[in-house]
């Protein structure tokens, strides 16, 4: 391990101390250790109380949990009745209408729009009427392929208003991922824009539905967002504009009351082979989830202004955009751009602009911010901030080092967050006011989950600390996904028969001498060289401590004499050089020899999905020559990238 993932840093003492901000939810880690224990123990009176004070209920619920892991028959606040959208809107609206729901941020800069709660009311209405007068009722299913506009979010909490069940495609697929991800969820209805624009660049978003469509026979009508104004192809009967339609209606549409575990949305996400899930989510435990996450992990308080990077077609966009923030009556900036557009000051301008306290990103915008360097950084007021976020996949320690220290400036609490598009909403995480915090770590579990080390081979719990295996979590909890679509068999299979009894992730994991986990990546992702157990995110960590190397990939490569053997992948800052037998010696030095890699590549990109997860699969079906097996490559953020990468490892 590195040197700064050694370095414990305490609560900042601004956060407890300062009198300009909040006194934290959970002010020291005796506190927090005291909740947790509660929520543990009795975890129905925990989920029960907490069910009743972050959320509102048009009928009280009966029973709190039902069924379990073992028989996959999960069930929460049974038989109690409520509306996600009249949680998220109408509440708000009526207590307060003339406060800022969403603060949007367009690609261009200087351009901002604020709405408030009443009007997002109005807008909410107005659409789910035009739903209504298409036909559409509680249980059918919408897709939404729309940039991220305010209106995207309109579109998720008019659905949820009429029970409609959305299933968001993120607006970079292509359209052959949206007709398959249309097809499985025979969804209705597509709501999308005539263009998105992002980091300058403009999508043809409408295209893409039309070319989807050709083989969608489900979809009836497609609902057109005019954002750009440009020309595009538009073919009546069938197309819709959105303000055509949403001016005929009234901007009042009565909420439909739905039960505790009727579906909320479907969100498909690929698994490590084969065609993507689509993970269905229930409208009282996916929404408590993001709402207690949301106040607790962030230290969330009521005049805060909450910035979340993601992309709404994600997970993290769902749960930290739209949900978690508009449910606890709170302020949500939607980011259309980049961290880059027009300069690498982009996210400062936008945090110092809008004085956001809570600011939410992934490490690969912050390795890339901060191959960057400083400068860019330096200059913006960020005064405004408490609480900064990751998200995604491990943080290097020393990646965590320049958030903390460069952005928030020592004076702010860093939360890795770990959790998955299936968990619904957080389940590792420091807490703001009450967390020592350990670069790369995800420390703790949150409130009411009890996580535990297995022994991959065996299944057993590992007790005690300073141990290594996979990561599962024993008890259910609310906003865990119910099933996947369509095939609950699959979700039985995937997540709960690999080891009885519990949820599996899927992730590797190590609690340390002091109880804090340590996500080690994807199963597959962890090596066995010559016996020892090796994490790709260790010595990527490695890599990255090199003062060149900017972003570092590692596989694991079958070998005869060893198991398998560390092949690296390293892209170098700006300007920077750094030779191959530097960087092994690099890797000798900070983890042993035993880590070095057998080969390194210095290449120029690296390949990423859309959300910039590193596609280590597509290295490894290169480095084993089996190029022509790369399998679905529809994630892909950059596919031009790839016979560069071939011609590199053959030349090599
Ligand atoms: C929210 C989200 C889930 C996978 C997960 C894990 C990785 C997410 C992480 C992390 C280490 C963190 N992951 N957060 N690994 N530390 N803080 O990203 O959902 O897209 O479904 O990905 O991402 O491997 O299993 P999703």
């Given at each position: 391990?590195?040197?700064?993932?050694?370095?414990?840093?305490?609560?900042?003492?601004?956060?407890?101390?300062?009198?300009k901000?909040?006194?934290?939810?959970?002010?020291?880690?005796?506190?927090?250790?005291?909740?947790?224990?509660?929520?543990?123990?009795?975890?129905?009176?925990?989920?029960?109380?907490?069910?009743?004070?972050?959320?509102?209920?048009?009928?009280?619920?009966?029973?709190?949990?039902?069924?379990?892991?073992?028989?996959?028959?999960?069930?929460?606040?049974?038989e109690?009745?409520?509306?996600?959208?009249?949680?998220?809107?109408?509440?708000?609206?009526?207590?307060?209408?003339?406060?800022?729901?969403?603060?949007?941020?367009?690609?261009?800069?200087g351009?901002?729009r604020?709405?408030?709660?009443?009007?997002?009311?109005?807008?909410?209405?107005?659409?789910?009427?035009?739903?209504?007068?298409?036909?559409?009722?509680?249980?059918?299913?919408?897709?939404?392929?729309?940039?991220?506009?305010p209106?995207?979010?309109?579109?998720?909490?008019?659905?949820?208003r009429?029970?409609?069940?959305?299933?968001?495609?993120?607006?970079?697929?292509?359209?052959?991922?949206l007709?398959d991800?249309?097809?499985?969820?025979?969804?209705?209805?597509?709501?999308?824009?005539?263009?998105?624009?992002?980091?300058?660049?403009?999508?043809?978003?409408?295209?893409?539905?039309?070319?989807?469509?050709?083989?969608?026979?489900?979809?009836?009508?497609?609902?057109?967002?005019?954002?750009?104004?440009?020309?595009?192809?538009?073919?009546?009967?069938r197309?819709l504009?959105?303000?055509?339609?949403?001016?005929?209606?009234?901007?009042?549409?009565?909420?439909?009351?739905?039960?505790?575990?009727?579906?909320?949305?479907?969100?498909?996400?690929?698994?490590s082979?084969?065609?993507?899930?689509?993970?269905?989510h229930?409208?009282?435990?996916?929404?408590?989830?993001?709402?207690?996450?949301?106040?607790?992990?962030?230290?969330?308080?009521?005049?805060?202004?909450?910035?979340?990077?993601?992309?709404?077609?994600?997970?993290?966009?769902?749960?930290?955009?739209?949900?978690?923030?508009?449910?606890?009556?709170?302020?949500?900036?939607?980011?259309?751009?980049?961290?880059?557009?027009?300069?690498?000051?982009?996210?400062?301008?936008?945090?110092?602009?809008?004085?956001?306290?809570?600011?939410?990103?992934?490490?690969?915008?912050?390795?890339?911010?901060?191959?960057?360097?400083?400068?860019?950084?330096?200059?913006?007021?960020?005064?405004?901030?408490?609480?900064?976020?990751?998200?995604?996949?491990?943080?290097?320690?020393?990646a965590?080092?320049?958030?903390?220290?460069?952005?928030?400036?020592?004076?702010?609490?860093?939360?890795?967050?770990?959790?998955?598009?299936?968990?619904?909403?957080?389940?590792?995480?420091p807490?703001?006011?009450?967390?020592?915090?350990?670069?790369?770590?995800?420390?703790?579990?949150?409130?009411?989950?009890q996580?535990?080390?297995?022994?991959?081979?065996?299944?057993?719990?590992?007790?005690?600390?300073?141990?290594?295996?996979?990561?599962a979590?024993?008890?259910?909890?609310?906003?865990?996904?119910?099933?996947?679509?369509?095939?609950?068999?699959?979700?039985?299979?995937?997540?709960?028969?690999?080891?009885?009894?519990?949820?599996?992730?899927?992730?590797?994991?190590?609690?340390d001498?002091?109880?804090?986990?340590?996500?080690?990546?994807?199963?597959?992702?962890?090596?066995?060289?010559?016996?020892?157990?090796?994490?790709?995110?260790?010595?990527?960590?490695?890599?990255?401590?090199?003062?060149?190397?900017?972003?570092?990939?590692?596989?694991?490569?079958d070998?005869?004499?060893?198991?398998?053997?560390?092949?690296?992948?390293?892209?170098?800052?700006?300007?920077?050089?750094?030779?191959?037998?530097?960087?092994?010696?690099?890797?000798?030095?900070?983890?042993?020899?035993?880590?070095?890699?057998?080969k390194i590549?210095?290449v120029?990109?690296?390949?990423?999905?859309?959300?910039?997860?590193?596609?280590?699969?597509?290295?490894?079906?290169?480095?084993?020559g089996?190029?022509?097996?790369?399998?679905?490559?529809?994630?892909?953020?950059?596919?031009?990238?790839?016979?560069?990468?071939?011609?590199?490892?053959?030349?090599?």
């Open positions: 391990m590195t040197d700064a993932a050694h370095q414990v840093h305490p609560v900042p003492s601004r956060l407890l101390n300062d009198p901000f909040p006194k934290p939810h959970v002010n020291s880690f005796e506190n927090y250790e005291k909740i947790y224990e509660e929520s543990i123990k009795d975890p129905e009176t925990f989920w029960g109380k907490k069910a009743n004070e972050l959320l509102h209920w048009h009928k009280p619920f009966e029973a709190v949990l039902s069924g379990g892991f073992e028989h996959g028959d999960v069930a929460w606040f049974r109690g009745e409520l509306n996600a959208s009249y949680n998220c809107v109408d509440r708000h609206a009526y207590a307060n209408p003339d406060k800022v729901a969403m603060i949007y941020e367009a690609d261009e800069p351009n901002s604020h709405i408030t709660y009443g009007e997002l009311l109005h807008q909410v209405c107005r659409l789910a009427n035009a739903l209504k007068a298409l036909g559409l009722k509680k249980g059918d299913t919408v897709a939404i392929y729309m940039p991220m506009v209106e995207a979010a309109i579109a998720f909490l008019a659905c949820a009429l029970g409609i069940i959305h299933s968001v495609v993120f607006a970079g697929f292509s359209s052959g991922a007709r991800r249309i097809n499985d969820a025979s969804s209705k209805i597509v709501i999308t824009s005539d263009e998105g624009r992002r980091g300058g660049k403009t999508i043809h978003i409408k295209k893409i539905v039309d070319e989807a469509l050709k083989e969608c026979p489900t979809i009836e009508h497609v609902l057109v967002f005019r954002r750009t104004g440009s020309d595009v192809p538009f073919s009546a009967p197309d504009w959105w303000h055509e339609e949403l001016e005929k209606y009234r901007p009042y549409c009565p909420p439909e009351i739905v039960d505790a575990e009727d579906p909320l949305f479907l969100l498909y996400t690929s698994g082979t084969g065609k993507p899930k689509g993970v269905l229930t409208t009282a435990g996916y929404l408590l989830g993001a709402a207690i996450t949301l106040k607790y992990v962030f230290d969330y308080h009521e005049n805060d202004i909450y910035g979340c990077m993601a992309d709404i077609g994600w997970i993290t966009g769902h749960t930290y955009i739209i949900y978690g923030p508009l449910v606890n009556g709170g302020t949500t900036v939607l980011f259309e751009s980049t961290p880059m557009y027009p300069t690498p000051s982009r996210y400062w301008e936008v945090v110092a602009k809008h004085k956001i306290t809570q600011f939410y990103t992934a490490p690969t915008a912050i390795r890339l911010l901060r191959r960057h360097g400083n400068d860019y950084v330096k200059g913006h007021d960020l005064s405004s901030l408490r609480v900064i976020g990751s998200v995604g996949e491990p943080i290097n320690p020393e965590w080092e320049w958030y903390y220290e460069v952005v928030g400036r020592k004076e702010c609490a860093v939360v890795d967050t770990y959790w998955q598009t299936e968990t619904g909403s957080i389940i590792l995480t807490l703001p006011g009450a967390t020592p915090m350990k670069p790369g770590s995800a420390t703790f579990p949150f409130f009411g989950i996580p535990v080390v297995l022994d991959p081979v065996s299944g057993k719990e590992l007790e005690g600390n300073d141990v290594e295996g996979v990561l979590i024993k008890k259910p909890w609310p906003s865990l996904a119910r099933t996947v679509y369509n095939d609950h068999n699959r979700y039985l299979k995937t997540y709960l028969n690999p080891y009885k009894g519990y949820y599996f992730t899927g992730d590797g994991v190590g609690r001498k002091d109880g804090y986990y340590w996500i080690r990546g994807r199963v597959d992702d962890v090596m066995n060289v010559a016996g020892h157990r090796l994490s790709t995110a260790e010595i990527e960590s490695a890599l990255i401590c090199h003062q060149s190397v900017a972003e570092a990939a590692v596989i694991g490569i070998d005869e004499l060893t198991g398998q053997c560390v092949h690296a992948f390293t892209t170098l800052k700006d300007d920077q050089i750094a030779d191959v037998k530097e960087l092994t010696l690099q890797v000798r030095n900070v983890i042993g020899p035993f880590a070095a890699p057998k590549y210095i120029n990109d690296l390949p990423k999905t859309r959300s910039g997860k590193i596609m280590r699969r597509i290295l490894r079906k290169i480095v084993s089996e190029s022509d097996q790369l399998g679905d490559l529809s994630t892909l953020a950059d596919p031009s990238i790839i016979p560069v990468l071939i011609e590199k490892v053959k030349s090599s």
